[in-house]
C-alpha cells in the first residue's frame, strides 16, 4: 500500500501496521506527567553536597522519583540507576554541561521504556516545584 506522505514508501497493507517512531526536536519538550527533561548529566563528585536528598526506589520509573522531590519540596529529580536523587541546581550541579543521552541509556527497573542514569551520570527531570533551575 503505498504512503499518502511518502509515495516512495509503502505503508501498512490488508491486516498490516506501519509502526513510527516519533523524536521532539527540542529536549527540552519532552515530559513525564509535569516533569520536564532537562537531560543526562555526568555525577557530581560530591553528590550528597550538590543533591543532598537521595533514597533507593524498588522498581524505580521517572514518575516515582519526581513524585518523591516534588513531595520534599524541590526543583530538581535525579535518577542514577535505582537511585532517585533532589536537589536545586548549584555550583557543584549546575545543568550547563549535558552530555550525550547515550550515556544514559540504562533503562529503569520499574518501567521498561524510561531511561534511569547510572553510577556515572545522571537522567534529570525539572519538577513542578517552582526552585532555582538553571
Not at 557530581?44 to 518523591?68: E, F, G, Q, W
Not at 537511585?83 to 541509556?105: A, I, P, V, Y
Amino acid at each position: 500500500m503505498e504512503c499518502k506522505g511518502e509515495k516512495t514508501n509503502l505503508c501498512g497493507g490488508a491486516n498490516r501496521l506501519s509502526i513510527y517512531r516519533l523524536e521532539l526536536s527540542q529536549e527540552s519538550a519532552r515530559r513525564y506527567g509535569s516533569a520536564i527533561f532537562k537531560g543526562c548529566f555526568r555525577r557530581p563528585d560530591n553528590t550528597t553536597m550538590a543533591l543532598p536528598i537521595s533514597a533507593s526506589i524498588n522498581n524505580v520509573s521517572v514518575d516515582k522519583c519526581v513524585d518523591m522531590c516534588t513531595e520534599k519540596e524541590l526543583p530538581l529529580a535525579a535518577l542514577s540507576a535505582q537511585r532517585c536523587h533532589c536537589g536545586f541546581t548549584t555550583t557543584l550541579f549546575n545543568l550547563h554541561e549535558r552530555e550525550d543521552e547515550s550515556q544514559c541509556m540504562q533503562h529503569c527497573s520499574g518501567e521498561e521504556f524510561e531511561t534511569c542514569g547510572n553510577d556515572k551520570f545522571f537522567v534529570v527531570y525539572q519538577t513542578q516545584v517552582q526552585g532555582n533551575v538553571m
